[in-house]
């Protein structure tokens, strides 16, 4: 678990009316640095992934920090499809999530 404070300054994007301090709260518990089935998505409480489903900020700074970085990272964290939410992926999404549709 990861606790990061990101300053956000005044019309970094179209929200932002003042500067802000964003606190990122990342969990990577079974992260295990490759695509697979078993994998855990890094989750954090900011609204970049709980809403947009997207890997946040706070979640790049804590991969950054740990040793397996350096031979995991290729030239773009897009590449890394295993840090999206697993509902964007079809391959992974659990027959019963369909009942609810
Ligand atoms: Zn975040």
């Not at 990577?28 to 954090?44: E, Q, S």
């Not at 031979?71 to 369909?98: C, H, I, Q």
Request: net charge positive; proline share 6%.
């Amino acid at each position: 678990m990861f606790i990061i404070y990101e300053n956000v300054p005044k019309f970094t994007d179209h929200h932002m009316k003042e500067s802000v301090v964003r606190v990122h709260i990342v969990n990577l518990r079974d992260y295990i640095w490759k695509d697979d089935p078993a994998n855990v998505v890094p989750t954090c409480t900011c609204p970049a992934n709980r809403n947009l489903k997207d890997c946040c900020a706070g979640i790049m700074v804590a991969l950054k920090q740990r040793p397996e970085f350096a031979t995991w990272y290729g030239s773009s964290f897009l590449e890394k499809r295993e840090l999206l939410s697993r509902r964007l992926r079809a391959d992974l999404t659990a027959p019963s999530l369909y009942s609810f549709m």
